[in-house]
């Protein structure tokens, strides 16, 4: 039952590098997010999808780009990595449909170090 | 400008006791609201929710409080176990169609002691 999945655990980058962070779920969610946590804060939203092929800016989403082509995959693009774009990101997903909502799954986040 | 705001960052609880939990928030249109708890090295998982139509919802040790007019929503978590021990995020929504983009507090870290 591995639900949300997560890769890499760590990662070390240099200024202006690029990368993708993975994220796959394996329970058959509709809603896919992205969030990071800086020190000491709560989690802030960076992109979210409603499905394969949409997906819609959070609250902070410059800096990274997403796409999602099949439903159990999230992936999140760093293009030219910034030393504030170090964080622990976390994927999370869900099921709603209508009025049913349920709560968010998370994956176990990647550690980014941007030096 | 902060939405949803834990202002205590630790508690410490001696077990057997009740451990309660704070929240406040600015924006009146949030329509849900949950608690999340998170140990070291993982993501966090779902405690429990409300909505904004209820005052209370229980589910075993663990009671959430919602008071509309204070904005304000609390945890007790009864009789508390050193197993309590970890961050608890209070998180909210707008509800409807924006109800996955969730908008979370600082944390508090719950320490329970023998």
């Known amino acids: 039952n591995a639900g949300v999945t997560q890769t890499p655990k760590f990662r070390i980058l240099k200024i202006g590098q690029s990368m993708t962070l993975q994220c796959t779920q394996d329970?058959?969610?509709?809603?896919m997010y992205w969030y990071r946590q800086d020190p000491g804060m709560g989690l802030k939203l960076i992109y979210y999808?409603?499905?394969?092929?949409?997906?819609d800016k959070g609250e902070v989403p410059n800096g990274y780009n997403v796409s999602r082509s099949t439903t159990e995959d999230f992936p999140l693009r760093l293009e030219l990595a910034a030393p504030s774009q170090t964080s622990v990101y976390f994927c999370?997903?869900?099921?709603?449909?209508?009025?049913?909502?349920?709560?968010?799954?998370f994956g176990d986040g990647t550690r980014l170090s941007i030096l | 400008d902060q939405q949803v705001k834990q202002n205590s960052p630790s508690l410490r609880v001696q077990e057997g006791r009740i451990s309660i939990l704070n929240c406040d928030y600015t924006?009146?249109?949030?329509?849900?609201f949950l608690w999340y708890k998170k140990y070291p090295a993982e993501g966090p998982t779902f405690l429990i929710s409300?909505?904004?139509?209820?005052d209370k919802n229980e589910d075993g040790r663990f009671t959430v409080f919602l008071n509309k007019s204070a904005k304000h929503l609390s945890l007790h978590i009864v009789p508390s176990q050193p197993g309590d021990s970890a961050v608890y995020f209070c998180a909210a929504s707008l509800g409807g169609t924006s109800y996955g983009k969730l908008t979370f507090g600082q944390g508090t870290i719950l320490t329970v002691h023998p």
């Open positions: 924006n009146s249109m949030f329509d849900y």
């Open positions: 409300i909505s904004s139509i209820k």
């Open positions: 999808s409603v499905g394969a092929g949409i997906t």
């Open positions: 329970m058959n969610h509709n809603y």
């Open positions: 999370a997903s869900s099921y709603s449909k209508g009025v049913l909502h349920q709560p968010q799954h």
